[in-house]
T-cell receptor
């Protein structure tokens, strides 16, 4: 019973491309999150959304934007991909207040 | 903001050994999550718990709310258990800081 689905497990893109990472949850959760994972740095928050069309910057928003047009879908956008955005990206969703949280399987993005 | 500490950072053990990974957090939480990530692979949710103990196969997760501590145990460890294990704390207050992650424990089980 998959609850949080990320559109791709692996993605290879070229420098300068516009990249969309999609995340869909089927639990009617208010909160959705995008993180990136890098060796030695752990998981860092890029953006957070607490409602449709509402967003907050996380710790490392530079080079990223997000879109939440529908409650179930939260998209992470790399406007012009760069090699330093090569990373594992993880989506999560939760209730508000957070009584439960679920995680996607992650997307490994390589920018060449 | 919650601080989540995991120990050990790295652990190498022999097949069959009993494994314990620890996670402590600094403020009250609504739930504690354990995640597993195999080398080059995706992230899998193992457990979400807010009290007591949960068991799935050879994996057992426990939490002590008063001591702000959780453990992940693996019985009869196997090389396929080799992975990074991450604990994450969710805070009832929600918000951008609502999920806080440990840095992960890199486990290697040698045959």
């Amino acid at each position: 019973d998959v609850k949080v689905t990320q559109s791709s497990r692996y993605l290879v893109k070229r420098t300068g491309e516009k990249v969309f990472l999609e995340c869909v949850q089927d639990m009617d959760h208010e909160n959705m999150f995008w993180y990136r994972q890098d060796p030695g740095l752990g998981l860092r928050l890029i953006y957070f959304s607490y409602d449709v069309k509402m967003k907050e910057k996380g710790d490392i928003p530079e080079g990223y934007s997000v879109s939440r047009e529908k409650k179930e879908r939260f998209s992470l956008i790399l406007e012009s991909a760069s090699t330093n955005q090569t990373s594992m990206y993880l989506c999560a969703s939760s209730t508000y207040p957070i009584t439960e949280a679920f995680f996607g399987q992650g997307t490994r993005l390589t920018v060449v | 903001k919650n601080e989540v500490e995991q120990s050990p950072q790295n652990l190498t053990a022999q097949e069959g050994e009993f494994i314990t990974i620890n996670c402590s957090y600094s403020v009250g939480i609504s739930a504690l999550h354990w995640l597993q990530q195999h080398p080059g692979g995706g992230i899998v949710s193992l457990f979400m718990l807010s009290s007591g103990k949960k068991k799935h196969g050879r994996l057992i997760a426990t939490i002590n709310i008063q001591e702000k501590h959780s453990s992940l145990h693996i019985t009869a460890s196997h090389p396929r258990d080799s992975a990074v294990y991450i604990c994450a704390a969710s805070s009832a207050g929600g918000g951008a800081d609502g999920l806080t992650f440990g840095k992960g424990t890199h486990l290697i089980i040698q045959p």
